[in-house]
């Protein structure tokens, strides 16, 4: 499949257990955050996204938490299955344009 | 079923030639992008378009060249002036460009040799 990123920060789970990826963004007047999952070979899909004006939003299995104190969002995965596995990109929205971060590799061993 | 096409999924080229990617949409969105993605680095934006017949330079768009001549379609072209063409290509396509949620194809690896 398609390499997405040789050196990329990763994180290493058991099946059945939480998850939690991190990502510091950059922009203290982005208003809007988005998670992105992108598996081996294909295009970044839509996860959950988040308002500045909420620190907590909840998905089917997926939380994504706010700190705009420390400029800190995070994707908690509840209950890792062995799909989750791929790359996770956080994106900030300032200026009506989307600034990714570099990704977090999420392998999840059966 | 509504989404992004991108074709064709590998491309290879020799150095010193033009190669054009196509992009195609048919969820009436307004705003087109292309990014490349090289390992270890986040997206970075090539180009992106609003509206038909008019698109605007993201922070890479040296070496590369698009059109907009339809609402569905934004190919990119990659010339011989890209000094490091040899990357991921994805296109995006969002309702309206304020802040909208991106939809990806899955993308195009093109290399150069």
């Known amino acids: 499949g398609e390499s997405v990123g040789l050196h990329l920060p990763t994180l290493s789970v058991q099946e059945g257990d939480n998850s939690i990826i991190n990502c510091a963004y950059s922009?203290?007047?982005?208003?809007?955050f988005i998670w992105y999952k992108q598996e081996s070979g294909k295009g970044p899909q839509f996860i959950i996204d988040?308002?500045?004006?909420?620190d907590k939003r909840q998905g089917q299995r997926v939380t994504v938490l706010l700190n705009k104190t420390v400029k800190h969002l995070s994707l908690q995965i509840a209950a890792t299955q062995p799909g989750d596995s791929a790359v996770y990109f956080c994106?900030?929205?300032?200026?009506?344009?989307?600034?990714f971060g570099g990704g977090t590799r999420l392998m999840v061993k059966p | 079923d509504g989404g992004i096409t991108q074709s064709p999924k590998y491309l290879f080229r020799k150095e010193g030639q033009n190669v054009t990617l196509s992009c195609e949409q048919n969820?009436?969105?307004?705003?087109m992008y292309w990014y490349r993605q090289d390992p270890g680095q986040g997206l970075r934006l090539i180009y992106y378009?609003?509206?038909?017949?008019?698109?605007q330079k993201g922070d890479i768009a040296e070496g590369y060249s698009v059109s907009r001549e339809k609402k569905e379609s934004f190919p990119l072209t990659v010339t011989s002036a890209q000094k490091n063409p040899t990357a991921f290509y994805l296109c995006?396509?969002?309702?309206?460009?304020?802040?909208?949620?991106?939809?990806f194809g899955n993308g195009t690896r093109l290399t150069v040799t």
């Open positions: 995006a396509s969002s309702i309206n460009r304020e802040g909208s949620i991106l939809h």
């Open positions: 922009n203290s007047a982005s208003d809007y």
């Open positions: 988040i308002r500045s004006n909420m």
């Open positions: 994106a900030e929205n300032a200026g009506n344009m989307l600034t």
């Open positions: 969820l009436n969105h307004d705003a």
């Open positions: 378009s609003q509206i038909v017949n008019d698109f």
